[in-house]
C-alpha cells in the first residue's frame, strides 16, 4: 500500500513537472508583445520579474547547448587526433 501510494506522488510529481517544463518552453518561445497580451492581468513590476525569468531560462537553454556542442567538438578534435597519430 505505501510503495503504491509513493508511486502514485510520483507519477503525479513527474506530470506537474513535465506540464510545467511545456509552459515555461511555450513562454520562452513568445514574443514580448505575445507575453504582454498574455499577462494582461499583472501589473508592471510582476511583468518585469516574469520577463527576467523567462530570460534565464532562454540563457539557460542557450549555455546548455553550447556546452553540449563544445563537448561534441572536443570528442571530434581527440578522434582527428587520434586518426592523425595512427596514420
Known sequence: MAKKKISERGAKV????????????RL???????LRNF?????????????????????????DTISSKLKEIEKLQAEVSSLKSNA
Open 14 to 25: 513527474a506530470r506537474t513537472r513535465k506540464e510545467h517544463a511545456e509552459f515555461r518552453n
Open 28 to 34: 520562452a518561445e513568445m514574443t514580448p508583445q505575445q
Open 39 to 63: 499577462f494582461k492581468a499583472f501589473d508592471e513590476s510582476a511583468f518585469g520579474r516574469i520577463e527576467a525569468s523567462l530570460a534565464r531560462v532562454t540563457q539557460d537553454r542557450v549555455e
